[in-house]
């Protein structure tokens, strides 16, 4: 087979969370890249394996990206460069190691500028509002959330101004604005149902439930987080499931 189709087979395992196969082909394909001269090809296999380990928590292999990174950087292509700063700003940002995820993604959310991707421009303001966020900088985290949105709505990508509105929401729970919270939350539920993002459902319900939490209102927030639990758990996702049945047994008067 060539490399080509190695590659976009390795691609298609890796979207199919096939991780081994995945890799197999990938690296395979990178190899015939390498031995043929074509530098473009390695590149992308390397950030698609890159990707891969990340999404893994393999967090060491980061030099895969670097290299990919300095392969793109060396031919001229900016769309590819983009692409694996941001990458390795979400890998930063993962290890809690923030000025370097600032630094990572905003180089990436400028390039992604410069060859005019909108999408990648947005995606990066996403993931540098969820730095912001976990530094508890609430106001500078809500304003990148903002432009994000804004810009996926935009260009029609639904998921992520959804995704962009939780965040919001989520914040203003932090910040005990529950109404502005609410409203938030509801209008990513619904976008998430319309669209079929069942985490994203499960993750809003969970947020409400807190809400209703914090507001005292301890059976509709008993259910709201019980509706999350079922959702994470028939979906697979361990931790969400886990962080509903901590929040329940926090809850006065809940049998958990």
């Known amino acids: 087979m ?3 189709g190695l ?4 691609d ?3 979207m199919q969370d096939q991780y081994a196969d995945a890799e197999d082909l990938l690296t395979r394909a990178k190899e015939i890249y390498l031995k043929i001269g074509h530098l473009l090809g390695c590149a992308w296999c390397l950030h698609s394996l890159g990707w891969l380990k990340r999404i893994q928590a393999q967090y060491s292999q980061e030099a895969l990206l670097a290299r990919a990174e300095e392969i793109f950087e060396q031919i ?5 460069a983009a692409q694996c700063l941001r990458s390795m700003g979400e890998i930063r940002r993962m290890q809690k190691q923030y000025p370097e ?3 990572l993604l905003t180089q990436g959310k400028e390039m992604f500028g410069m060859v ?3 999408l990648g421009i947005a995606r990066c303001l996403q993931s540098l509002g969820e730095v ?12 990148r959330f903002q432009k994000a949105k804004k810009i996926f709505e935009k260009i029609g990508k639904q998921q992520g101004s959804a995704q962009c509105l939780y965040s919001m929401a ?6 005990d604005q529950h109404l502005e919270s609410e409203q938030f939350a509801n209008q990513a539920k619904q976008i998430f149902e319309k669209i079929g993002d069942q985490l994203g459902v499960a993750q809003t319900l969970q947020c409400l439930g807190k809400l209703r939490d914090n507001q005292g209102q301890y059976l509709e927030a008993e259910d709201l987080l019980s509706q999350a639990k079922n959702i994470f758990e028939r979906i697979g996702d361990v931790l969400g499931m886990n962080q509903c049945l901590q929040s329940l047994e926090l809850i006065p008067n809940t049998p958990y």
């Open 132 to 143: 912001r966020k976990m530094q508890a900088e609430y106001s500078e985290a809500d304003d």
């Open 2 to 4: 060539h490399a080509t």
């Open 7 to 10: 590659q976009i087979l390795g």
């Open 101 to 103: 995820a600032e630094l």
């Open 116 to 118: 005019g991707d909108q």
């Open 12 to 14: 298609v395992r890796r």
């Open 76 to 80: 001229g292509n900016q769309q590819g």
């Open 170 to 175: 989520d914040i203003k729970r932090i910040q």
